[in-house]
């Protein structure tokens, strides 16, 4: 037994020492797993930021405000007057919100044009505070719509939000067994703009006789938009038919939307000259004050079967520095 205890007395020590370890790091190196840098998630910052800065920059424009603007057309009393068929259309401003009156100068609400007999533009009416009916007569108490129509727009400068906009057309006794008429709603918006002069006319609202005959039934009768002057931002075509083989009343309602929230102001400047200033006719305009690259307006054209009513009911929400939101 002894044997198996018996000590090594001539064992040499033969392992390379710097060699073993530089191997034994290399090999820890590689078999370590690399760190990787924790990254702080700023994900909530940054929209806690990005609100606050929007609500700084709506803070400077003013307070949220809206309104509830209507208008109509009757054929029986303006059809003389101011007509319209496919050969006349009418027209307004979806982003115009107020205007200036030519004679007194006091701020008033955006108009609807009708194209005269030299196919110009021609103001017709201007849109009026919507009235719901009966809920005028009760009172404000029962009338939940009441602050819609309380708000006024700056006549110095606002931020327009939106307009959405309902159109009703009626007719009465419309005929049985006629080809289908073509009712036509375009939004257009200015590509390229040429001073109104003896030779060109295009501007609007100057120009709406361009915008004639665009629902004709023959393809060579019927009009088209010019691209080069007039991005066409959409255009709605709605049928109006009647196959039950007797006259009948139709009424058609179309809604419309359009957001603004992404625009710029519009600086429309109207005290410019004060109201009363002796001498003035408180011109130009809206549409002369204002960056007509900036404006979409709403071309409504009949077809050959023009409707007995016209009812548009106009919702706008905007903002500026002159209002307090009702």
């Known amino acids: 037994m002894v044997k198996y205890f018996r000590k090594r007395t001539n064992t040499k ?5 710097p060699v073993t370890r ?7 190196f590689n078999n370590k797993k690399p760190t990787i840098q924790k990254v702080a998630n700023n994900r909530n910052a940054i ?24 208008f109509n057309w009757i054929k029986s009393t303006d059809g003389a ?14 982003n115009q919100f107020n205007g200036r009156d030519n004679v007194t100068g006091n701020n008033v609400r955006a108009p609807v044009y009708f194209t005269n007999a030299t196919g110009n533009g021609e103001i017709f009416k ?5 009235n719901p009916g009966s809920l005028v007569t009760y009172g404000k108490a029962l009338n939940p719509h009441w602050s819609s129509l309380d708000d006024n727009v700056s006549p110095e400068i606002y931020k327009p939000l939106g307009t959405s906009v309902k159109i009703e057309m009626e007719w009465a006794a419309y005929p049985a067994a006629t080809p289908t008429n073509w009712y036509r709603i375009d939004i257009v918006r200015p590509r390229k703009t040429i001073p109104v ?4 006319e295009l501007q609007m609202p100057t120009g709406l006789g361009q915008f004639s005959s665009l629902t004709e039934n023959y393809m060579l ?24 083989g007797v006259a009948k009343n139709i009424s058609k309602v179309i809604t419309i939307n359009r957001s603004y929230k992404n625009s710029k102001p519009i600086a429309t400047d109207f005290n410019s000259i004060p109201i009363g200033e002796p001498g003035h006719d408180y011109q130009p305009g809206f549409a002369q004050n204002t960056d007509p690259r900036q404006l979409e307006w709403m071309v409504i054209s009949s077809g050959f079967q023009i409707p007995e009513r016209i009812s548009i ?4 929400s905007w903002r500026d520095q002159d209002g307090t939101s009702a």
């Open 13 to 17: 020590k033969t392992t390379n020492t």
């Open 22 to 28: 530089a191997i034994t790091k290399y090999k820890r």
């Open 47 to 70: 929209m806690t930021l990005s609100r606050q800065v929007k609500e700084l920059q709506l803070s400077k424009l003013g307070m949220f405000q809206k309104r509830a603007e209507q």
């Open 81 to 94: 007057f101011y007509p319209y068929n496919s050969q006349k259309p009418l027209a307004f401003c979806l």
């Open 126 to 130: 201007r849109f009026q505070a919507w």
């Open 197 to 200: 002069s003896a030779y060109h």
């Open 221 to 244: 009768s019927r009009n088209f938009i010019n691209p080069t002057y007039w991005e066409k931002v959409m255009t709605k075509w709605v049928p109006i038919s009647n196959n039950t």
């Open 313 to 316: 009911l106009r919702q706008i």
